[in-house]
Every structure is written in C-alpha cells, then in structure tokens.
C-alpha cells in the first residue's frame, strides 16, 4: 500500500484565543483555583513525624504524605508555566480540570485539527495535554490528546507512553526550556500518530482484527474459547464492546479505523466505573492503557 498523504495539507490551526483572560480567569473557568499545602506531620506525642501531608486548602482534602524533598507544584504555577509554553508556540490554552477531587490536574493547548478520515470523514481535534497530581502519582507530564468529533472518543496518546516529564522538585520550575522542547517533541510524534489514523481508515477489518482487539480489551480469546466458559460479568463486558465496534464500524466503515474507534468508544463510553471514573482512566488509568495496546498493535499492520 501506498501512502501519498501530505499532512500539511490537511494540518490547520484551530487555537481558541484567550487573550484578554487573566490567570485567575482561567484558573476559575477551569475550577482549578485552589492552593494546595504541604503540611507538617505531628505525632501523638507532638513531636514532628518528619513527614508532611500534602492538603488542597479549600476543602482540607488530604491528597497524600511526602518527605522535606517534595516540592509542591501549585495550579497557578502549572498555568503559567503552561502559559508561557503556549505564548511562545503560538498556541492557546483551550480546556482543563481535574479528578481525584483535585488529586491530579490538567490543562490542554490546542494544536489544530484534522478532517476527512475514513468514510464517515471524522474531524479530529489535536491537543497537546500538561498533567500534574497532588497526590503522588505522577510528576510534571505532557502526551498528545484527540477528540473525535463524530462520536466524542478522546484518545490520551502515548505513543511514547507519556515519557516527557519533569519530577516534583525545586529545579522543575526553571525547566521551561527543556518543558517546551519536549512540548515541540510532542508535536513532531503527533505527525506519526495522524498519518498512522489516515492509514487505519485505508486497512479493511477482518474477523481476525476483532478477535486480537476483543483479546487486548476483556483478555477473551475468541479463537480458542467458548461463550458458554465465560462468565456472566465478561459476557456483559463482551455485549458492550462489540456494541461500541459495531457501531464504530457502520458509522466508520469496516476499516481498522472503525476498530479503533469502536474500542476508544467502549473505553470513553461503556467500561465499568462511571463517566468521572473513565475520564480518570483514560488519562492515565486501564482505558489509557487499552486504547495504546490496541494502537499499537494495528499501528504494526500500517508502519
């Protein structure tokens, strides 16, 4: 197969501006306007623990315990660290929140869109995403983020798993530099990661591709075993994905990229957990994990 896509020409800036909105705008329309707090750990005795809780002041919520190391990273910071980024890329900052109660943060650059994949002709819209927590889970991070427009799937990219990272410590907030190199590297791997979805939409699906995907996803085989072995919480689990594939697939075509999309669809829409607990996974819990599994798997079929 050959593949002849010039991606600039489909490559369009499609920034929201936000000039004229102040940090503390944007940290309220973000609901990311709160300080958090290391505070010091006292024994029983009242003497000191030598470790402190790490406390989002507003609602004493406790996020988790740290040594004299650990350097708090506030939201305000995060903003303007990400501000500056997106100043000097030309770049705005177009969506953020949170999950955990706060435990971890986001904010995200909007870096253009794409048109026309596959027959159903999706527009996707391209972020670059900052991820920061409170809670110790994750340092500084920044991965690449889509939105499908026709069915609202986001995709937190790791086509690197998410490797650009800076560690929660006093050197970290005189990294911009380095912060807008990885940025800039983000960028350039976000090119393999949308010319690698035009050649999903050419691929046509078979059998096999559904069963590898129903694998990667409940860990089924549908090869070797029989619905009557499964229970019935996978027989569900089983019913809700080939829902989301079969969906994807009449609305997509009967390509790779209408597999693709029917397992982001199943991971943003149908996993077990509550749509505040999904968004939480597919940022950086199992959905995450699947939708890159399954990425790479057929990324090997077009690369």
């Known amino acids: 197969m050959e593949y002849k896509m010039n991606l600039t020409d489909i490559l369009s800036s499609n920034g929201i501006s936000t000039i004229g909105e102040t940090s503390q705008d944007l ?12 505070q010091p750990l006292i024994l029983p005795n009242g003497t000191d623990s030598g470790f ?34 997106a100043n000097n890329l030309g770049l705005s900052i177009t969506k953020g929140g949170s999950f955990k109660e706060g435990g971890l943060v986001y904010l995200q650059l909007q870096t253009g869109s794409i ?3 596959g027959e159903n002709h999706d527009k996707i819209n391209k972020y670059v995403s900052a991820m920061n927590s409170h809670d110790g889970s994750l340092s500084l991070k920044w991965g ?13 990219s790791a086509v690197k798993e998410m490797k650009n990272s800076v560690r929660h410590t006093a050197s970290m907030r005189v990294k911009i530099d380095e912060i807008m190199n990885q940025i800039q590297k983000v960028q350039k791997e976000e ?16 059998q096999n591709h559904i069963k590898k995907a129903v694998n990667i996803v409940l860990n089924i085989d549908l090869e070797g075993g029989k619905k009557s072995d499964l229970t019935p919480y996978q027989l569900n689990r089983l019913s809700d994905l ?27 829409h149908k996993m077990p957990g509550g749509d505040v607990n999904r ?14 599994a399954v990425y790479s798997e057929f990324a090997k079929l077009v690369l």
């Open 27 to 38: 940290l309220s329309k973000f609901k990311l306007n709160w300080q958090v707090e290391k």
């Open 191 to 206: 090119k393999t990661l949308f010319e690698t979805f035009f050649k999903f939409a050419e691929v046509p699906v078979n």
């Open 52 to 85: 402190f809780g790490i406390v989002r002041t507003d609602t004493n919520k406790t996020f988790a315990t740290s040594k004299e190391g650990y350097q708090v990273f506030q939201n305000s910071e995060l903003l303007e660290l990400v501000n500056e980024a």
């Open 242 to 268: 080939s829902y989301s594939i079969k969906k994807e697939l009449e609305q997509k075509g009967n390509t790779i990229w209408g597999l693709f999309s029917g397992v982001t669809n199943y991971t943003t």
């Open 144 to 156: 690449l983020t889509n939105i499908t427009i026709s069915c609202q799937n986001s995709f937190w």
């Open 279 to 292: 968004k939480q996974s597919k940022a950086i819990g199992n959905g995450f994990k699947i939708d890159n």
């Open 115 to 117: 048109n026309d994949i």
